[in-house]
Structures are given as structure tokens and as C-alpha cells.
């Protein structure tokens, strides 16, 4: 029989595994969409588009950080 103990342990683990998934994907969306596309600012003539990338790439890295740790504070 589950305890409420083991309950609640198996909840946690299972929030700090959800909220380390949003950590690794804003990792990888940073990695995308801000680093790749500020080497493509020397590279490029094409400096607007680059600057779009660039600040959605940093939004949605805040937005999905923010998700992961509030899942995780939850």
C-alpha cells in the first residue's frame, strides 16, 4: 500500500523532473536563438531579422525558465 509519504516524494520527483525539461529546453532555445543568431550578426547583412531572432530567442529562454522554476518552487 503507497503511503502518503511516498505519495508525496513521488510528486516531487516528479515536478523537479518536469521543471529540470523546461530548464534544458530554455538552455537549448538560448542556444538556438541567441548564440547562432549573434554569430550571424558578423556574418549577415540582414541585421533586422538577426535582432528578431535575437529577442525572441531571450523572451521565450525567460519565459520557459520562469516555468521551470516555478514548477519546481511549486
Known amino acids: 500500500m503507497v503511503t502518503q509519504k511516498e505519495t508525496r516524494e513521488k510528486e516531487r520527483s516528479s515536478r523537479e523532473s518536469l521543471g529540470k525539461f523546461f530548464y534544458d529546453l530554455a538552455k537549448a532555445t538560448f542556444t538556438i536563438m541567441v548564440l547562432t543568431n549573434s554569430i550571424a550578426l558578423f556574418i549577415s547583412t540582414n541585421y ?3 535582432g528578431i531572432f535575437i529577442a525572441v530567442g ?6 520557459l525558465a520562469r516555468i ?3 514548477i519546481i518552487k511549486k
Not at 58 to 63: D, E, I, Q, R
Open 48 to 50: 533586422v531579422l538577426a
Open 68 to 70: 521551470g522554476y516555478s
Open 58 to 63: 531571450l523572451t521565450s529562454t525567460a519565459v
